[in-house]
Each structure stands twice: as structure tokens, then as C-alpha cells.
């Protein structure tokens, strides 16, 4: 069951959000396609050997008769870098063309020999590119830099760490045409070691050891090398097993002591490059040295600490004189300064102290007073600085030895890899030198036979992940990115209000309707402002509305202005009061600009015929608030708020209030307590659902009735509209004609007066 609704869900989830999963899955695959297309192939060679294990008299049975120490030994960075050695040009061709690189060995224009110059050269990739049938030009980066050098063709160029010599084939290979760029032909040239180094890390070379037969297997981006590679190293083993078929029985036994005698020089050499590296960096036991480098720290940490203490010491007693120089004593704590000079002047300024009390010559003890106080200062003042010096010493000492104590982990690794090294090596020279007791006692001087039975040769067929694995893991990559996008984007919008039913839960609040989303169902829309003025209708009592909302951008204003078309064209006097002063629109929209306004009423400028302004459309008539002093309170407060509103109800068939959102502003909330019915609009997919807890409270709160939600920019699928419930036929068009609308800028002021009261 729950398998079940989890795939329910999921469903669901694709057909909410089909456009996010069609458009990420499709990019997920092109990614794949990119990938498959870009990358380049990867070939593969391999090599079989037959490998005799009946005898311990050779250079790899030496050290383990277990088949894994053979492919071990085939697969060490020193075997392969032996085995290389001896080929000639470890080169790869490659041809990049429609933003595509591929082996080009066949394909390429140019053949390259090259000589290595120096003994650290490592990897060098070249492009080249033909000038003229006889020049050419080479580029490479080095470093980040791009480098280029001409040359002949046929002639030798020294470039970088190597001599190289470029000729053109005789025959030029056939390249099919491009389609967006044209082919450029590049090359890779590796040193044995660095190629050792990249088949060993990057796990490239496979060996395995089936009962005597060896499979040598090699990877490589370049056909020819890889198979190059492959059989280098096969005959490589073999020869090295082979050396002791022809020779006399004593040849194993001179193999085992040069061996042996090999290994000793390396014991001595590594013995020597500890003593070395302890010399070095005065290294006699690690952790003595620690401990030692602590206890100094501690010692200098507390020297600090005492001569800080002293230094605060001697601020006090600076504060202290300072501010008590009419105090008839100085007995503070003064034992920064323990010399007896200043012990001596502290005594005699505390005898002047008590002979000033006592004395009536009073002014030349006073003078003596402020000499001593002024040499008790300067002994204090250069004490500050021979303190100030130390703490400077003792911290540079602090700063060294912290450093010491930080490097102490570097050279314990150091030492650490030196003496596993010294211990394997021990090891080994223990093992061979009872290989050759073994030896020496058995007398087992046994041949083995070794030779290749299926050499590597070049395999043309790429062994890359196959495509259609490589486009399915973009299609669940796509799938999952858009499951979980659209299960975040789905939370979200679990937190806005989306349907009726979502504010019914809202207890104490009704539901007075929906208004259709103008952009997808414009007709659905003006039927909307229909029914809304049909439940309005259905009160008769209801001659002030208010509508407000949350926050803004919710709808308030634009339910306001067309509620207030809609309900004018069926020959309803309407008046909508913009109340909002953060933010008027009421006034730009109908393309007014008021004379007079509510703030004008109140403070006696105008009566309330002047501050109404007539609109383009009949029976449709606007007033602004204005600059309120103090807000809405104006208007509660004004003795003029009662005649105002009997007033406007007397004229009009219907007043609309347009208020702030009730999160921002408390503005709105007198207007609902004395309108006949209130509007709280919930935007639809967009008013979060805290937003109409705070409503319930409000209304709980402030005692507020006729609370109705209105859901704004609701989108109703045609699917939806039966024959039951088709629309009901269009009212009047919002938007009267030109030829009804009347002209504003051409009436009186005082025939718009009668025209309020008595159109």
C-alpha cells in the first residue's frame, strides 16, 4: 500500500511539473550525448605469457613462490620503466576535429622521431600546424603559457627538452570533411618513467596469473601504444626469465649474490639517509624533542604571563598617582618595581604626606611632593619599557617555538616512511639470504620455461562505456534532479494556498468566491466580477465594502477597480475611496487627478462634493485619502467622520475601500469594523498559509464580522465547465465606448457638485 501511494505521488508530481521534468531530463541526455560525443575512445591490448613456476631461481621467484608477487612485480613502476626503456618513440597521434579528439596514428599527415635532452623530462603534448609544404609550426602550453616555434620539415628543432624532426608522409591520409571546424593534428610524448607513473596510478595495466599463464592487459587512448606497451612489457618479462635457461648451474647462485649485494648497498644507503635527514633537522629522539619544545613553551607562556601581570602593575600605579595627586597617602601595591630607589621615595613621599598634615609650611613640602611623584613617574615610565622590550623578546621566543612544535608532524612522516622502507628492505635481504642457504643445501638449480603465446596486437574497437548505459544514467540523472526540484518546489507551494478547500479550513471565515486568472481565462474572469456582484446583490443591506489582504501584491487594488466597473455598469452609483497612502493607485488608473481629497475634508479646506472626483465611467466616482496626519486615525477621530459616511451612503448605491495589507499597516482593520462587508484576498498560489491564520486572528482579536475570503487569480481548466454550470451569458463590458465615456477636464466644478447629488 504504501508502494503504491509513494507511485501515486510520483505520478502525480510528473503531472504537476511535466514542463520541469521534460526540460531537465532533455538536458540531462544532451549532456550524456555531449559526453559520448567528446570523449575520447579508450583501446585496449593484451598479451599472453606462459610462465614456468617450478623453480625459485630467478629474479622474480626469488623473493615468493605466490603467483601474486609475478603480477605484482609486472605491474611496479620500475618493471614497466625497464620494459620502456628500450622502445623507441613513445609517441601518440591524435586529430581533433568537429570539437572531437580521436587516435589518429593512420590519419595523421606527419611522422615525429624525437630525441629526449634532458633526463627529468617528463610529458610534452605538441600541435601542429602546416604553414607552407615546407614550414610548420608547433604549439604547446607549459605552465598555462602557450608556446609556438617554426620549423622545416625533414630538419631537426630543438623544442624544449627535446629534438624533434617532423616529415610529411608521402601519402596523405583520406580525412572525412568537417562539418563546423577544421582537423587539427596534435601529438603526446611520454618519458617511461612518467608513463610508468600514469599506468600505475590510474590503474591502466592489468595482470593476472592464471596457474602458470599471465594475461597482460593495457588501456590507452592511442591504439598502437597501447599494444606498444603491451608487448614491451611482455618480452621484457620474458627475457628476464629466460637469462638463466642458457646458463650454467652457477649462474642462479651469482644472480641470487649480486642480488643480494644489491640490496645491501641500498640497506646503507638508507641507514645514510636517515642519519642524514636527522642531522638535518637536528633530530635526536622525536619525542624528547616534543616534550622539550613543550616545557620551553609552558616556561615562556608563564614568563609572559608574569611580565603582563607586571605591566598591569605598573598602570595601576600610574592610574593610581595619577588620579589621587591630592591624597595624603600613596601605600598601594607597588611590587613591579622592586628595587630599593623606589622602595626608598615611596617612604619619603609618604613622610612629606604626614608632615603636610601636621606642618604650616605646607607650600615647600608640596614642591618636594611633586618632584618625587614626577621621579616615581619616570622610573615608572622607563620600567614600562624594559618590561615592553621583554614581552617583545618573549614573544618572538613563543612564535619560534610554536613553529618548531607545527613541523614536528612533517618530520615524523618523514622519518616514518625511512624506517619502513629500511625495515622492508631487512626483510627482503633476510629472505634472500636464506633463499640462498636453501640453495646452497638443496642444490635445486632448475631451468623454467617462459615465452609469449599470443602477442598484443592493435585493436581498433574502443572499449568506452557503451552509449546506451551512458544515456540511461542521464535519463535517471534527469529523473531524480527533476523529482527532487519539483518535490522542494512542491513543499513550497504546500505552504501557499492553492483552492477553496484550503480556506475552509479557516473556521469562522466564509468563502464568497473566486476570481478567475485574467492572463489564462479572461472570459472566465469577467464572470467572476459577475458573481461577485450577484452575491453583493443578494445583501441588500451592504453599502460599504472594504477589501484588504495580507501583504501586498495580493490583488486588493485591481479586485477594487473592477468590482467597481463591473458594478457601476448595471446602473449602480458606486465610490471607491483609495485608502491606501503607502501605495495610491485608484486615482492613476482611472486617470484622474483629484483637486481636493479626504485629508482636505477633514481639515475644513473643501467639502466632501469637492473632493470626489468623477471618472471616465458612468455612476463611477473616486476619492483619495490624502495626506492623513495620523493615518486612519484621522479619520476615526474627525467629528466630521459620522456626517461624511452618512453622507456617502445616502449618494451611493455602493462604497468600495481600498485598504493596506494588514501585515504591514493596521489601517484596514477600523475600516472592516465599519463597513457592511469585508474582503480578505488570498492570492492563489501565492498567500502562504500563515497569512490566513493571522486573518482568523485578526477577526477573533478585533471582533470583526462580515469577513469574507475572496481567492484571487484562480485557474479554472475548461475541462472543468459542463453544461450544468456554463456561463450565464456576459454582463456589459467593463470598458465603455468611447463615445459614452465623458469627458471630465470639460465640466464645471459646480456642475460636477450637482452632478454628485443629483446625477
Known amino acids: 500500500m504504501e508502494k503504491k501511494s509513494l507511485s501515486h505521488q510520483f505520478i502525480n508530481l510528473v503531472g504537476s511539473y511535466k514542463l520541469l521534468f521534460s526540460s531537465l531530463i532533455a538536458i540531462c541526455m544532451a549532456g550524456a550525448g555531449v559526453y559520448i560525443y567528446i570523449t575520447p575512445s579508450t583501446y585496449e591490448s593484451e598479451a599472453v605469457i606462459q610462465y614456468d613456476m617450478k623453480t625459485q631461481a630467478n629474479s622474480f621467484s626469488l623473493l615468493n613462490n605466490d603467483e601474486n608477487a609475478v603480477t605484482e612485480q609486472i605491474k611496479s613502476a620500475r618493471f614497466i620503466?625497464?620494459?620502456l626503456e628500450k622502445e623507441k618513440n613513445l609517441i601518440s597521434y591524435y586529430v581533433t576535429q568537429d570539437y572531437k579528439t580521436r587516435e589518429s596514428s593512420y590519419a595523421s599527415p606527419y611522422t615525429i622521431t624525437y630525441t629526449v635532452l634532458n633526463k627529468n623530462f617528463k610529458e610534452q603534448l605538441l600541435t601542429i600546424h602546416e604553414l607552407s609544404d615546407k614550414d610548420y609550426q608547433i604549439i604547446s602550453t607549459l605552465y598555462g603559457r602557450s608556446r609556438s616555434k617554426p620549423g622545416k620539415f625533414g630538419e631537426e628543432t630543438i623544442y624544449n627538452d627535446l629534438a624533434l624532426t617532423i616529415t610529411k608522409k608521402n601519402k596523405v591520409p583520406y580525412i572525412s570533411p568537417s562539418i563546423y571546424k577544421e582537423p587539427e593534428f596534435s601529438c603526446a610524448i611520454q618519458s617511461p618513467e612518467y608513463l610508468a607513473q600514469n599506468l600505475q596510478n590510474d590503474n591502466q595495466l592489468s595482470v593476472t596469473n592464471n596457474n602458470g599463464v599471465i594475461t597482460i592487459s593495457c588501456r590507452q587512448q592511442s591504439a598502437p601504444l597501447a599494444s606498444q606497451i603491451t608487448n614491451a612489457l611482455a618480452s621484457h618479462f620474458v627475457n628476464a626469465t629466460s637469462q638463466v635457461t642458457d646458463a650454467p648451474n652457477e649462474t642462479p647462485m651469482t644472480a641470487l649474490n649480486q642480488r643480494i649485494e644489491l640490496l645491501s648497498n641500498e640497506l646503507a644507503a638508507t641507514e645514510e639517509q636517515i642519519a642524514s635527514y636527522k642531522k638535518q633537522n637536528e633530530i635526536t629522539d622525536l619525542n624528547n624533542d616534543n616534550e622539550n619544545s613543550l616545557e620551553v613553551l609552558t616556561d615562556l607562556q608563564l614568563q609572559k604571563t608574569e611580565l603582563e601581570m607586571n605591566m598591569s602593575s605598573l598602570d595601576n600605579i600610574s592610574n593610581y598617582l595619577r588620579k589621587n595627586r591630592d591624597s595624603n597617602n600613596s601605600m598601594i601595591e607597588y611590587g613591579a618595581i622592586s628595587d630599593p630607589e623606589f622602595s626608598m621615595q615611596i617612604t619619603k613621599l609618604n613622610a612629606y604626606y604626614t608632615a603636610n598634615k601636621t606642618s604650616e609650611n605646607s607650600s615647600t613640602q608640596d614642591n618636594e611632593i611633586e618632584t618625587l611623584k614626577s621621579q616615581i613617574a619616570e622610573r615608572i615610565l622607563n620600567t614600562r619599557k624594559r618590561t615592553a622590550l621583554q614581552l617583545e623578546k618573549i614573544n618572538g621566543a613563543i612564535a619560534l617555538t610554536k613553529n618548531q612544535l607545527a613541523t614536528f608532524p612533517d618530520k615524523a612522516n618523514s622519518l616514518i616512511a625511512l624506517d619502513r622502507k629500511l625495515v622492508l628492505d631487512k626483510k627482503v635481504y633476510d629472505l634472500l639470504v636464506e633463499k640462498r642457504a636453501q640453495m646452497i643445501v638443496s642444490g635445486n638449480f632448475l631451468t623454467e620455461n617462459t615465452q609469449i603465446l599470443k602477442p598484443a596486437s592493435t585493436n581498433n574497437l574502443p572499449v568506452n562505456t557503451p552509449a546506451w548505459l551512458l544515456l540511461c544514467l542521464g535519463l535517471l540523472t534527469g529523473v531524480s534532479i527533476s523529482t527532487i526540484v519539483a518535490a522542494l518546489l512542491n513543499m513550497k507551494k504546500q505552504t501557499k494556498i492553492s483552492q477553496r478547500v484550503e480556506l475552509n479550513q479557516q473556521i469562522g471565515i466564509q468563502f464568497i468566491g473566486n476570481i478567475a486568472n485574467e492572463k489564462k481565462n479572461p472570459e472566465r474572469c469577467e464572470e467572476s466580477f459577475n458573481d461577485l456582484c450577484t452575491r453583493v446583490l443578494l445583501k441588500p443591506e451592504t453599502k460599504m465594502i472594504t477589501i484588504t489582504s495580507s501583504v501586498r501584491g495580493e490583488g486588493k487594488t485591481y479586485i477594487a477597480l473592477n468590482f467597481s466597473k463591473a458594478f457601476a455598469a448595471m446602473d449602480k452609483k458606486v465610490l471607491i475611496v483609495d485608502m491606501n497612502p503607502f501605495n495610491p493607485e485608484v486615482a492613476d488608473n482611472f486617470e484622474v487627478t483629484p483637486e481636493h481629497s479626504l485629508a482636505d475634508v477633514l481639515e475644513g479646506k473643501c467639502d466632501i462634493h469637492d473632493a470626489v472626483s468623477l471618472t471616465s465611467f458612468p455612476n463611477l466616482d473616486v476619492l483619495v485619502s490624502g495626506n492623513l496626519v495620523a493615518g486612519v486615525n484621522s479619520l476615526l477621530s474627525s467629528h466630521k467622520r459620522n456626517d461624511i459616511l452618512n453622507d456617502l451612503r445616502k449618494h451611493?448605491?455602493?462604497?468600495?475601500?481600498?485598504?493596506?495589507?494588514?501585515?504591514?499597516?493596521?489601517?484596514?482593520?477600523?475600516?472592516?469594523?465599519?463597513?457592511?462587508?469585508?474582503?480578505?484576498?488570498?492570492?492563489?498560489?501565492?498567500t502562504r498559509k500563515q497569512a490566513v491564520i493571522n486573518a482568523g486572528l485578526i477577526k477573533t482579536d478585533y471582533d470583526i464580522s462580515n469577513m469574507n475570503f475572496l481567492l484571487n487569480s484562480v485557474t479554472i481548466n475548461k475541462s472543468t465547465s459542463t453544461k450544468g454550470n456554463a456561463y450565464?451569458?456576459?454582463?456589459?463590458?467593463?470598458?465603455?465606448?468611447?463615445?459614452?465615456k465623458v469627458n471630465k477636464d470639460v465640466v464645471p466644478s459646480f456642475l460636477r457638485k450637482i452632478a454628485l447629488w443629483f446625477y
Request: aromatic letters at 6%; a negative charge; charged letters at 25%.
Open 81 to 83: 620503466s625497464e620494459a
Open 652 to 686: 451611493y448605491d455602493l462604497i468600495i475601500v481600498d485598504t493596506p495589507g494588514t501585515e504591514q499597516q493596521i489601517d484596514a482593520i477600523p475600516m472592516m469594523k465599519i463597513s457592511d462587508l469585508n474582503l480578505f484576498v488570498v492570492r492563489a498560489n501565492t
Open 728 to 740: 450565464r451569458g456576459r454582463y456589459r463590458k467593463m470598458e465603455t465606448p468611447p463615445s459614452a
